[in-house]
């Protein structure tokens, strides 16, 4: 049995009618998760998307919720919630035109565990994107996926506690569920299509 935590923002602003949401899921310091815990995980995760703030569209603002829950990743079960030290809003740096919003970067999780045969992989969706990160060919800039490889590094960098981010294999019928370390990071070279993710 392993329990995980979830570090969970909302994504708003004027092209977004409906608040989406990001998240990221971590192997807790812990056994079980802390108050510690989810104020470290909130740090490192608004530490991420600060780094990458000049990349996103100054109309986009992540707000960042100061409970984090706890799951069994075995069954998918809740078995707590941490209220964390609120982080401050993160504002995008960026004036230009914004991509459509489904249009989004991605920043992909590697782990060192194989279930059902298969590597265990995860992803991160980045929203807010502006027109300037897009090159000639339609694809990320380079200076783009230089900075969101930066930024995804410090998902991995040491927190406060030793908690440490992961992926979730999620369970079915509750049960089958798992859960590994993240052991690298890498920025996609291409853009990623997000159409829709509601809180």
Partial sequence: MAVIMRAAALVSGTAYPVPGITQTWWTPGTVGGSTADATDILARFRTFWNTFASHLSNTVSIDFDPICIAVEATTG????????????TVTGGFAGDALPRQTQGLLRFGTASVIDGRRLRGRLFTPGICEADNAATGVPSSTFISDLNV??????AAGATSSDLAVWHRPQAGSGGASADVTAVSSSPTWAVLRSRRS
């Fill in 77 to 88: 079960v809740l078995t707590g919630a941490f209220a964390g030290t609120d982080p401050t």
């Fill in 151 to 156: 930024a995804g590094a410090t998902l991995l």
